[in-house]
């Protein structure tokens, strides 16, 4: 963790946002009109958005920066998505409920909301069967609607849950958009509690440090990763016991002695770098899983399948979180889960905060404030 310009890395505690002035006809939005380098970024004054009917409008508070849906989409290499300018990014997000629109019965006006930003627009049979998040109906804010840069987002009803009491805004937007994903991958691996060991490549992350949270929050038993002694140190400031370096070829013996010279349950690994990913296979008991979510440093990584076979492991995509697991991190925020929070920017020092995750300096998330 540096102290990068424009951040505030401690206190993360923000106010949510107040609507009782009602709605302006314009709003203040961090967009952008090219592809480009972080600076492309800058406000301008657009016409706020009202919901329609299903939807309602959020005066967001806080938004969480990611490194596919911010970093590679403004930069213009996100893998699929097409974007038309101005287009304002934004995806995990939490605010107050400031207009609802007609049919809209689980939220009021004045509601702490967190907003889970994968939205399924129709039925199928993924979405019938809690696959949701592998539908073709999926659609993201921020990248196929305009998201939460900007002060004010209308999204689905359906998409937001009211935050617990004693949660804040920017904590809210820390856990609402990867906290489903890490439990979907927990989920799909066949569950995680006490007595179970897990590792997590690049508990570092955004994704990272919220997974290796959760693993903990349930009781298991977790190994993390980090190439850096400086972010390794944080991992063990923040109550991590077994924190190695994925890279190093003792990983996998300094594993197994975590685990008490058993193997590993689960493996999260949300990279694609090919040796990260053998020092971490090598680890795996028999029957074991592992889950990805993530492949940003390459598409490609080497499966021994003699081993896989012949102990039963299982390799397991997880695209993103669904509407099940969206509840489910809901009711472990209520019993005390939190991820961490690692930097604050304004949100007119976005290009800030865009180069601060571009840099991987930080353990943990990064957040947009309005
Ligand atoms: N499916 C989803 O919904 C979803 C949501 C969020 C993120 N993701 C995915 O999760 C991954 C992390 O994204 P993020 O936004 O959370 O990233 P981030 O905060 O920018 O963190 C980058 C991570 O990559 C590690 N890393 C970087 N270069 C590495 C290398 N050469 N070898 C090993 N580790 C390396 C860093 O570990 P060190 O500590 O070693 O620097 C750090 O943990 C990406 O693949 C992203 O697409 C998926």
New binding site residues.
């Given amino acids: 963790m540096s102290a990068v310009q424009g951040a505030s890395h401690a206190p993360h505690t923000i106010d949510w946002p107040d609507v009782s002035g009602g709605v302006p006809d314009e709003m203040p939005a961090m967009l952008f009109r090219e592809f480009g380098p972080p600076e492309v970024l800058h406000t301008e004054t657009v016409p706020t958005p009202h919901p329609g009917p299903g939807e309602v409008l959020v005066r967001v508070g806080a938004v969480s920066?990611?490194?596919?849906?911010?970093?590679?989409a403004r930069s213009g290499k996100h893998p699929y998505a097409k974007f038309r300018f101005p287009h304002i990014l934004g995806a995990d997000h939490a605010g107050t409920i400031a207009e609802v629109g007609d049919g809209v019965t689980n939220v009021s006006v004045g509601d702490h909301v967190g907003t889970f930003h994968?939205f399924l627009t129709g039925e199928d049979e993924f979405t019938r069967s809690g696959y949701g998040?592998i539908s073709p109906l999926v659609e993201i804010l921020g990248t196929h609607r305009p998201g939460a840069y900007g002060r004010y987002v209308v999204v689905p009803a359906r998409n937001v849950h009211v935050a617990p009491a004693d949660i804040d805004p920017v904590m809210a937007a820390s856990i609402v958009?990867?906290g489903p994903?890490a439990v979907n991958q927990f989920e799909r691996a066949g569950g995680v509690g006490p007595g179970s060991n897990v590792i997590v490549?690049?508990?570092?992350?955004?994704?990272?440090?919220?997974t290796a949270m959760l693993a903990k929050h349930l009781g298991a038993t977790v190994v993390v990763?980090?190439?850096?002694e400086s972010?390794?140190a944080r991992l063990r400031e923040l109550g991590f016991e077994h924190v190695f370096?994925?890279?190093d070829e003792r990983f996998a013996a300094q594993a197994r002695e975590a685990f008490g010279g058993d193997g590993a349950h689960v493996l999260v690994d949300?990279?694609?770098?090919p040796?990260?990913w053998e020092h971490g296979f090598d680890v795996l008991r028999p029957g074991g899983a592992v889950v990805?979510?993530?492949?940003?440093?390459g598409h490609t990584v080497p499966l021994n399948l003699q081993r896989t076979y012949t102990t039963g492991i299982r390799v397991i995509g997880?695209?993103?979180?669904t509407p099940e697991t969206v509840e489910a991190l809901w009711r472990e925020a209520e019993r005390g889960f939190r991820t961490v929070v690692d930097a604050v920017f304004p949100i007119e020092r976005a290009p800030d905060a865009h180069h601060y995750?571009?840099s991987?300096?930080?353990?943990?998330?990064?957040v947009l404030t309005h």
């Fill in positions: 920066v990611g490194r596919l849906l911010d970093l590679l994968v998040d958009g990867v994903v490549q690049g508990a570092t992350s955004g994704l990272g440090a919220t990763s980090s190439r850096h972010k390794r370096d994925a890279v949300n990279l694609g770098a040796l990260v990805s979510s993530g492949a940003f440093l997880v695209r993103t979180g995750v571009e991987a300096e930080n353990v943990g998330r990064v």
